[in-house]
């Protein structure tokens, strides 16, 4: 079964348990079995998150195969940002006295310039 399929099969599960008889699914153990319906429901929205997040990483993949020269290309904007956040917020950990406003202004800036990049990409 794939994702796409086991996205299908877990949402159609919980329309049943929202719908059908008691009879029809142990696997709730006695609870309530809206409740179980429910988890259900939950789990196939973890999975559309998970198909949405892996189209989006191929996406970026692709986009930095094809302009690997950009200087401004969202995946490397993407990557700098991840890494000037993570310095900041080990710093705010470890040695808060090393940040400096140019850290809140590299950060700002690198959002800014990815966000025009995608504003151009869609």
Sequence with gaps: MNL?????????KAEEMA???????????GRKYLDCAEEY???????????????????????????????LEPIKLSSALESEIFKY?????????????LDYTIIYALKHCLEEQLKEVE
């Design 19 to 29: 719908t059908k008889s008691v009879e029809l699914f142990p696997s709730c153990e």
């Design 89 to 101: 917020e080990y710093r705010t950990e470890h040695d808060p006295q090393k940040i400096s406003p």
């Design 4 to 12: 796409e399929e086991t996205i299908k099969h877990t949402r159609k």
């Design 41 to 71: 429901y939950q789990l196939a929205d973890w999975l559309e998150e998970l198909k949405e997040l892996r189209e989006y990483k191929k996406k970026m993949k692709a986009q930095f195969l094809d302009d690997i020269e950009n200087p």
